[in-house]
């Protein structure tokens, strides 16, 4: 998932680069061919320019890595609850019913996890008093 969110970043960082080119690069070329600026001010507009591109870029970056740090840590906490779920479950079926779930505070699908921990509780209370 990570992967693909990184992926996705850098594709609409070539689209943001693309489009920033063909569109304002083309018109400052076309706009400052046709000025009567010094030499020196048409450079300082184009340096400005790339400043703003360089800039536009690296912000497209950040944005894209903050967002793949958001997702590792959210799927993280799925990722590690559900696998400790699981882990929990193949105890119980190998035999050890006194197995229960304990996330983590932070991690994702308490709810469930207290569910099944009440579910075993009174499974454990049938089959010791039947």
């Known amino acids: 998932m990570i992967f693909f969110i990184i992926l996705a970043g850098f594709a609409c960082t070539?689209?943001?680069?693309y489009?920033?080119?063909a569109y304002v690069?083309?018109?400052?070329?076309?706009?400052?061919k046709y000025s009567s600026l010094s030499k020196e001010l048409i450079a300082d507009r184009y340096r400005d320019l790339y400043t703003f591109g360089l800039s536009l870029g690296?912000?497209?970056v950040l944005i894209v890595l903050i967002i793949a740090i958001l997702a590792l840590f959210v799927t993280h906490r799925a990722a590690g609850s559900v696998y400790h779920m699981k882990r929990v479950m193949e105890e119980i079926r190998s035999?050890?019913?006194k197995a229960r779930v304990h996330l983590r505070p932070k991690d994702e699908f308490q709810d469930v996890a207290?569910?099944?921990n009440e579910m075993m509780?009174?499974?454990q209370k049938e089959t010791a008093g039947g």
């Open 14 to 17: 070539a689209l943001n680069a």
């Open 19 to 21: 489009l920033y080119y």
């Open 25 to 32: 690069v083309d018109s400052y070329d076309f706009i400052l």
């Open 58 to 60: 690296l912000a497209t």
């Open 95 to 97: 035999g050890n019913i």
């Open 114 to 116: 207290r569910s099944f």
């Open 121 to 123: 509780d009174e499974l």
